[in-house]
Nanobody, 120 residues
Framework: QVQVVESGGGLVQAGGSLRLSCAVSGAIFSVNDMAWYRQAPGKQRELVALISSGGTVNYRDSVKGRFTISRDNVKNTVYLQMNSLKPEDTAVYYC??????????????WGQGTQVTVSS
């Protein structure tokens, strides 16, 4: 069994900050890419930020300079530090992880989602 647990969402005023966490645990040998996606009402889910096992990062243009993705490979945890939040950042944020199971099997896991609401 593999568990993916997110935390850190909430309500914040424009210009404020939040820090999201996502911990992967269970029968995982290692974790490859980890990422944060978000989905606003009536819109498609979109990639926000991605970090490889080696620490290479990618961000969508709208969050560059404001968001920082990082990871702790010992804890199999990925973080998203969100600064200078804007109302358009309001969405449900989902953690995504590519895990390697015993025998080299690769599976994709999703967190339960955490609501981020930015008020103006």
């Amino acid at each position: 069994q593999v568990q993916v647990v997110e935390s850190g969402g909430g309500l914040v005023q424009a210009g404020g900050s939040l820090r999201l966490s996502c911990a992967v645990s269970g029968a995982i040998f290692s974790v490859n890419d980890m990422a944060w996606y978000r989905q606003a009402p009536g819109k498609q889910r979109e990639l926000v930020a991605l970090i490889s096992s080696g620490g290479t990062v990618n961000y969508r243009d709208s969050v560059k300079g404001r968001f920082t993705i990082s990871r702790d490979n010992v804890k199999n945890t990925v973080y998203l530090q969100m600064n200078s939040l804007k109302p358009e950042d309001t969405a449900v944020y989902y953690c995504n992880a590519e895990g390697v199971r015993a025998g080299g099997l690769i599976q994709i896991y999703w967190g339960q989602g955490t609501q981020v609401t930015v008020s103006s």
